[in-house]
Each structure stands twice: as structure tokens, then as C-alpha cells.
């Protein structure tokens, strides 16, 4: 068998600018999304990574996408942020993963639903946690803040959607967006105070 080039794990997070619950995320995903289009942020810490013989741990991407009503009709805009904290060894294995030229999960995005790519920049990338909450800042880019919707069982624990289709694994925790914002790519979109759509999963990708 032959080996994994480039092997990556961590946790996600992301934002989107559908309303709680994101119709995409049940409908595997055929149903239309809340408004026009789906605008979705997502930030990837890399707890455990190698790229050949570069190590990735401790760095984050973030994955921005842009679809029409229904998702899985794809043309998408896609683009890329890798982490500034990285040599420029890492930061070349970054943007070979995330621009989906390494395949995995993010090479998969690019041949079936990307129409339009946007690249790749390096920036500084802040991931924050605190018990349900997670917050991200990329300066001039976008930041966002999310809260996990907790579980009535009183377990401290969100509530999950598991099984489901989406590039980051097979089970998320459902959040809720305090805020959303994204100036980057020709993309702007400013969401504040409406408790839109949020998730956060552990993550591990292969290529």
C-alpha cells in the first residue's frame, strides 16, 4: 500500500450565512440555502501534521466558499488562507493542501464543485477556544465567533449532526454565529446578532 504523502488533524470551525439550522447540511446538500447564495468560513487548526518531511503542527487554513442557492449544483468561488506563522517550507505545503494541487478533501471541492478560484494569500490566523465558544481572526480578511448549542441532557456537551456529508468529517457539533464577516476575494458579507448558522468537528485529512 502506498503511503500518504500528507496527513493532517486538528479542529474546525466555521460560520455561514444561512440561518440556524444551515438547510445544506441535512439535505446532503440538495435543498436551497437560506438566501440567494451560501457564503461559508471555515478555520482549520492543525494539531498533528507532516507534509513529506515538513512538520504542520500548530498552524491553521481557513477554507472560503461561495455557492449559489443549492449547493451541490457547485460553480463555486473558492480561495485559501494559510498561516504566516509558517516557514516558507509550511507555507508551500499549506497551499499545496488547501488549494486542493495535494488532493484530499480539499482536491475533491476543487474538480466537482469549484467553478471559480480565487488562490491562495498568507495571513496571520488567530483560532480561539473557550469551552463552546470559538472565535477567529484573519486581519483584512475575515473574522468570526461562534457558540456551541448545548445539549438539554445538561452535559456540558453540544447538540451533533453525525453522518453527514461535509469536507471537515462525518459528525458536527451544531453552533450558533455572534458574528460574520468577510471582506477578502471580492467577497463582503457583514452578519451581526442574528444567530446564523455555525459548526466545529475535529478533523483529519489525508492526501
Known sequence: MTEKRWKIAGEYM???????????????????????????????RIERGTFDDVELDGLAFALIIRSGKVMSDGNWIFA???????????????????????????????????GDFRGVEARP?????????????IPGVLEFAIEGVLSRANNGEPIYLDNVAHVAGRKLAL???????????????????KGNNGHYAPFAWAG
Open 175 to 193: 453552533a450558533r454565529s455572534k458574528e460574520t464577516h468577510i471582506h477578502s476575494f471580492g467577497l463582503d458579507l457583514d452578519v451581526a446578532g
Open 125 to 137: 490566523i488567530t483560532f480561539s477556544v473557550d469551552g463552546a465558544k470559538r472565535a477567529t481572526t
Open 14 to 44: 466555521e460560520s455561514c450565512n444561512c440561518d440556524y439550522l444551515c438547510p445544506c447540511i441535512f439535505t446532503n446538500p440538495q435543498a436551497g440555502a437560506t438566501f440567494d447564495q451560501c457564503t461559508s468560513l471555515q478555520i482549520y
Open 80 to 114: 485559501g488562507v494559510v498561516d504566516a506563522a509558517g516557514n516558507d517550507a509550511q507555507r508551500e505545503a499549506l497551499t499545496r493542501i488547501v488549494s486542493g494541487e495535494a488532493g484530499g478533501p480539499p482536491g475533491r471541492l476543487r474538480k466537482t464543485l469549484v
